[in-house]
């Protein structure tokens, strides 16, 4: 069965401060992960995406790594900001022959505090 | 550029009503998919449109559930009759090719009382 397990569940951090986010699927056939940010009352937005072939992506103070072997990502996030509190989803994506099929981690809640 | 716009933003209904909620895609986009989030659970996929056709409708929950794509352009998904279980936030997104991005819309907020 195709599953896409994130920890922490929630996480409290403050200004300024770093944080990691996990993420460990066993989807397949593997196509590529993407972590997207949700705030409160709105869609998923997607932070940064990843192939099979790549190990580490960035963009701004995100920056996710990926390893394919033992089917693991991870989600960094630096100098953290008051408006990096959000739901953070890990979504794998697998191409089958009804075309690309996403599956979605329960995410991690993020609060960042003063 | 318009997003994938949905409506409404909420709904509260009774149990045993119907809902038809309104997904708006991303103008060009071929591909509309239909997901919904339960209350402390994981996104979860329910059906894929390529234009008007559907592609994968696996994820639909049962036959309470009807989803429409007239023409290629807007969907709909309607619920009758509405049960407690069916509560939760359903999102539309879109994408130009299933290799690209799915873009997401805000989702609508399903209450069944």
């Known amino acids: 069965k195709n599953q896409v397990e994130q920890s922490p569940q929630s996480l409290i951090i403050l200004e300024g401060k770093n944080c990691t986010l996990q993420c460990n699927y066993t989807v397949s056939p593997f196509s590529n992960l993407r972590w997207y940010k949700q705030d409160t009352g709105r869609g998923p937005v997607s932070l940064t995406i990843m192939t099979f072939s790549e190990n580490t992506k960035s963009n701004g103070r995100y920056t996710a790594t990926l390893d394919a072997d033992t089917k693991q990502s991870s989600l960094h996030i630096t100098a953290s900001q008051l408006s990096d509190s959000a739901s953070y989803i890990c979504v794998v994506s697998s191409m089958t022959g009804g075309g690309n099929k996403l599956t979605f981690g329960t995410g991690t809640q993020l609060k960042v505090e003063l | 550029e318009a997003g994938v716009t949905q409506f409404p933003s909420h709904s509260v209904i009774e149990k045993g009503q119907t809902v038809t909620l309104r997904c708006d895609p991303i103008?060009?986009?071929?591909?509309l998919y239909w997901y919904r989030r339960v209350m402390g659970k994981e996104i979860k996929f329910l059906l894929h449109f390529v234009k008007e056709s559907k592609q994968d409708e696996s994820g639909m929950p049962n036959n309470r559930f009807l989803a429409e794509r007239t023409g290629g352009t807007y969907s709909t998904l309607k619920v009758q009759p509405a049960e407690l279980e069916d509560s939760g936030v359903y999102f539309c997104a879109s994408s130009g090719d299933t290799r690209n991005e799915a873009f997401f819309g805000q989702g609508t907020r399903l209450t069944v009382v």
């Open positions: 103008s060009g986009h071929d591909n």
